[in-house]
């Protein structure tokens, strides 16, 4: 009797752990998906207000990081992919005091851009900082032949 409560303990265990990791599986995924259409919903604002998607679009790319190091970091790996990056110190943030403001010159398609947010989610999360997303100027369909 004995041996099947301590069994009947361990299967309670193992159940708890699973479904914990399960439910942070699940947060995972619900904050990509989130970030993901956010993404798409950027866009597709930019569209309606008159812009071209496939020509090149001004974004600004904006983190936040708890130290200079983390956020040099991340300036240097966005440098080298051709991004203008500045870390300025911003001691009214509080805890993310560092902030990265990132440039590119490109086009905007859903796919590349929620990528490019997932990377810098990544960059951002695993240097205990804050990935707070891009904004971008409409760029106006100009009348040409193909159109």
Same mark, same amino acid.
């Given at each position: 009797?004995?041996?099947?409560?301590? *069994?009947?303990?361990?299967?309670?265990?193992?159940?708890?752990?699973?479904?914990?990791? /399960?439910? *942070? &599986?699940?947060? &995972?995924?619900?904050? &990509?998906?989130?970030?993901?259409? *956010?993404?798409?919903?950027?866009?597709?604002?930019?569209?309606? /207000?008159?812009?071209?998607?496939?020509?090149?679009?001004?974004?600004?790319?904006?983190?936040?990081?708890?130290?200079?190091?983390?956020?040099?970091?991340?300036?240097?790996?966005? /440098?080298?992919?051709?991004?203008?990056?500045?870390? /300025?110190?911003?001691?009214?943030?509080?805890?993310?005091?560092?902030?990265?403001?990132?440039?590119?010159?490109?086009?905007?398609?859903?796919?590349?851009? &929620?990528?490019?947010?997932?990377?810098?989610?990544?960059?951002?999360? $695993?240097?205990?900082?804050?990935?707070?997303? *891009?904004?971008?100027?409409?760029?106006?369909? $100009?009348?040409?032949?193909?159109?």
């Amino acid at each position: 009797m004995n041996l099947s409560i301590e *069994w009947l303990y361990a299967f309670a265990i193992i159940g708890g752990l699973i479904a914990a990791w /399960r439910i *942070w &599986q699940n947060l &995972q995924k619900l904050r &990509q998906r989130q970030n993901d259409s *956010w993404d798409a919903r950027l866009i597709d604002q930019l569209r309606k /207000r008159g812009s071209d998607p496939f020509k090149p679009h001004d974004v600004d790319f904006f983190l936040a990081f708890p130290s200079p190091d983390a956020a040099m970091q991340v300036e240097n790996q966005l /440098r080298a992919e051709g991004f203008d990056a500045e870390v /300025r110190d911003a001691p009214d943030n509080g805890e993310l005091r560092y902030v990265l403001h990132a440039h590119k010159s490109m086009k905007l398609t859903v796919p590349d851009m &929620q990528e490019l947010s997932r990377r810098l989610t990544d960059a951002a999360t $695993t240097r205990g900082g804050r990935y707070d997303g *891009w904004s971008a100027k409409p760029v106006a369909i $100009t009348d040409s032949p193909l159109h």
